[in-house]
């Protein structure tokens, strides 16, 4: 146990020495004494809003500020991660993603927001998106608070795809899109766009739901892992079929950012993608702005196929802080916060898929009329307990609630990869990819 | 050493003196060396014997030299050193080449020198994940890249090169990166051969070809040996462009993607450890012998 100690204080000063050099005040709390809590966040657009806002909160909330520190997605993983293992105690809050927080839940990392969050009428903890709660809660007990999520939908150009007469419908199915991506595909404009990048975040995101919808698993119910099942195979299969035919020609290349921009310049039809991607295909500066149709995400065996993610707000076990950090979660997660957004900086920047009543705001219905039902439908629909054909052992859709997901996830993405680039086939690629991925199953047999 | 004349004792005196003097000077810098590189070396090599994986806290322990073990058995570490000498060996070979080209073109005078000099040395100066990134976005992109352009333009299919190519797609990125760092080195190498030579050998009779090829190219070799070894160094840690564009797919996970992958990715932090004391001594190895090869170039001089 003592050489735990040594190496948890060790680890975090060899991990996060960086930041531990800016500093924070870690007293013992006293209800009238200044606070100042220390938030760990990532560099997306809303959390710097959040940033801008804070000053509302401060006011209201005398004695207590807040520090930011905004990190890449990457840095902030590693950051935050060895932070609270380590009970190193740096941050009063932390972002974390949907994947983290059963993990963090059930290790007892997390502080359990279910009492503050229930007792409290004026927060409405049944507002925030059934799923999105799910994904967040082990056991009945609520780690985390989402401060924005997304599901995964099909985003297509309206204008290419009536050029050649066709109409999506808002439920089709994977062979339908096939069909249709096949044949408005042309030599300098790809009938689909989808991820290729090998990494459990970018390759694996879309094709695991697809996988699922397929009715494969990674794992059974027993930890056995399933990835050179006949389903599993045939999902890759299919989506390497797709991208030959009719997707973008450097698959490896693409992701997220690649495909958005694809779209936006016309240089593919159709996208399976975040949510999220919606409102940057409708900013003010896109020249397909006005030109998009959306739809559910394209099904096989499933009756919905959307991912669900969502960047949340958790509170480590040790803080010293809890009570401000609490009140301070709460309000960054509010309705309040949302009219706050809405009403300076713009409703179209309002944290979109925390809360069922954001969508009946007049105002962010009406700026977000093109997107904003649809998210609200998928992701009111999507089932993170049960998301495939079979049951399986964590909540999670687009990923495996393992700590071992993110390797297991990219070494099969880069086997692949190598399938997708045809050298390897598709089973020499899932068998070894079996292998990899029973030996994490294995440490979770019980 | 039976008797000591006082003198001589007093010289010694003196001389342990300026000793003790000169080391105190050099013990700041030397403390400063130590803990900056060797200490952390030490902590490394502990950290490679600990069974230490950031997400599971309650199982750390000592693993001893089961990470050593792993690190040799899951079969990683092979593939990872031929993708790094490869890709060091072909960009090393091609910026060699294509350095000598173009320090042979700046030898001589023409307007706009000075200018000319300075867009070559660009490349060498972009920081490497932007010359990646360039790369990704402007060159190589099958939608909106240039190659792309060209290539439809002409009429023929466009290159998957990430996908399909991509142990070509780190070299080239690599080449343009180091290109000027082989011009450099060679161009100075040029401008220090006596015009003297080359004007006799044109007096003899001997054409350009002929007297590149025996004056110059001699003339050049310490040169061409001194940035091999430089660019070689500076080579085998090769990071950005495979990160950013391949993220190690069809052969370009080099050693320093690997160890990325699992201290960053795999957060094991013992099998990562492991794996940077494994390519340090590697490193040491091919350093000693390239060492030894420097040191011959600088003492042999001319007469080889």
């Not at chain 1, 608070?145 to 199915?173: C, H, Q, R, W």
């Amino acid at each position: 146990m003592l050489l735990n100690k040594k190496l948890a204080a060790f680890g975090a000063m060899a991990v996060v020495s960086a930041l531990a050099l800016s500093g924070c005040a870690a007293s013992t709390e006293d209800a009238n004494a200044p606070v100042t809590l220390t938030l760990a966040t990532v560099n997306n657009g809303q959390m710097k809003d959040m940033e801008t806002l804070k000053g509302e909160f401060e006011k209201a909330n005398p004695g207590i500020t807040v520090n930011f520190q905004v990190m890449e997605e990457g840095d902030l993983r590693s950051a935050v991660t060895a932070d609270v293992a380590n009970a190193a105690g740096q941050y009063d809050i932390v972002t974390i993603g949907a994947y983290e927080v059963p993990q963090w839940g059930a290790n007892g990392w997390l502080a359990d927001l279910t009492p503050a969050l229930t007792e409290d009428k004026a927060y409405d903890v049944e507002d925030i998106l059934p799923p999105v709660r799910t994904a967040l809660s082990v056991d009945g007990k609520q780690y985390a608070v989402p401060f924005y999520g997304e599901s995964s939908i099909l985003m297509y150009n309206k204008e290419i795809l009536d050029k050649a007469g066709i109409t999506v419908p808002n439920n089709p199915t994977w062979q339908q899109i096939a069909d249709i991506a096949k044949k408005v595909n042309t030599a300098d404009r790809s009938g689909i766009c989808m991820r290729g990048k090998p990494g459990w975040g970018d390759l694996f995101a879309p094709l695991t739901t697809v996988v699922q919808t397929f009715g494969g698993t990674w794992y059974d119910m027993n930890w056995d892992a399933k990835v050179n099942s006949p389903e599993f195979t045939q999902a890759v299969t299919f989506y390497k079929n797709l991208l030959d035919t009719a997707g973008e020609k450097d698959p490896v290349s693409y992701s997220f950012n690649e495909c958005l921009t694809a779209l936006k310049n016309a240089k593919t039809a159709m996208w399976v993608d975040a949510s999220v991607a919606a409102s940057m295909l409708e900013a003010d500066d896109s020249p397909v702005k006005g030109k998009m149709g959306y739809a559910h995400a394209p099904v096989v065996k499933t009756k919905e196929s959307g991912w669900l993610w969502s960047w949340n707000l958790a509170i480590p076990a040790n803080t010293q802080h809890k009570d401000a950090a609490t009140k301070f979660i709460k309000w960054a997660t509010s309705k309040e916060y949302h009219q706050l957004v809405g009403k300076t900086l713009g409703w179209t920047l309002v944290p979109p898929g925390a809360r069922t009543s954001t969508y009946s705001i007049p105002e962010y219905k009406e700026a977000a009329a093109a997107f904003a039902p649809i998210t609200l439908e998928v992701m009111s629909a999507v089932n993170p307990a049960q998301p495939g054909v079979n049951p399986q052992p964590w909540v999670g859709i687009q990923y495996v609630a393992i700590p071992e997901f993110q390797d297991v996830g990219n070494q099969v993405a880069q086997l692949v990869a190598d399938a997708l680039a045809g050298r390897k086939t598709i089973k020499e690629a899932l068998d070894e990819g079996q292998k990899i991925a029973q030996v994490a199953g294995d440490a979770h047999k019980k | 050493m039976t008797t000591t004349t006082p003198a001589v004792a007093s010289i010694g005196k003196v001389a342990k003196k300026n000793v003790w003097l000169s080391r105190s000077l050099i013990l700041p810098a030397l403390t400063f060396g130590i803990v900056m590189t060797q200490i952390p070396f030490l902590v490394t090599i502990y950290f490679s014997l600990l069974n230490w994986n950031l997400l599971k806290p309650g199982e750390i322990g000592f693993a001893w030299f089961k990470n050593y073990i792993s690190v040799f058995t899951t079969g990683d570490l092979v593939p990872s050193i031929i993708a790094t000498v490869g890709i060091t060996a072909s960009a090393v070979i091609l910026s060699l080449l294509f350095g000598l080209l173009f320090a042979i073109l700046l030898d001589r005078n023409f307007r706009g020198q000075a200018l000319a000099r300075t867009l070559v040395i660009t490349p060498f100066l972009i920081m490497p994940a932007a010359a990646s990134l360039i790369w990704k976005y402007s060159m190589f992109d099958t939608s909106i890249g240039i190659i792309n352009w060209v290539t439809t333009s002409l009429g023929l299919p466009s290159i998957a090169w990430s996908t399909d190519l991509p142990l070509a797609t780190v070299i080239i990125v690599l080449t343009w990166q180091f290109t000027p760092f082989f011009m450099l080195i060679l161009l100075a190498g040029l401008q220090s051969q006596s015009r003297e030579v080359i004007e006799a050998a044109s007096v003899d009779g001997a054409g350009a070809l002929r007297t590149f090829q025996w004056m110059t190219l001699p003339h050049l070799r310490q040169y061409i040996e001194i940035s091999v070894l430089l660019g070689s160094i500076m080579l085998l840690q090769v990071f950005d462009p495979v990160a950013i564009m391949t993220k190690g797919t069809g052969g370009t996970k080099t050693l320093a993607y690997l160890l990325y992958e699992r201290a960053f990715i795999g957060l094991d932090v013992g099998q990562a450890a492991a794996y940077g004391v494994v390519t340090v001594v590697l490193t040491l190895i091919v350093a000693t012998i390239a060492l030894k090869t420097l040191f011959k170039v600088f003492m042999a001089g001319g007469n080889r």
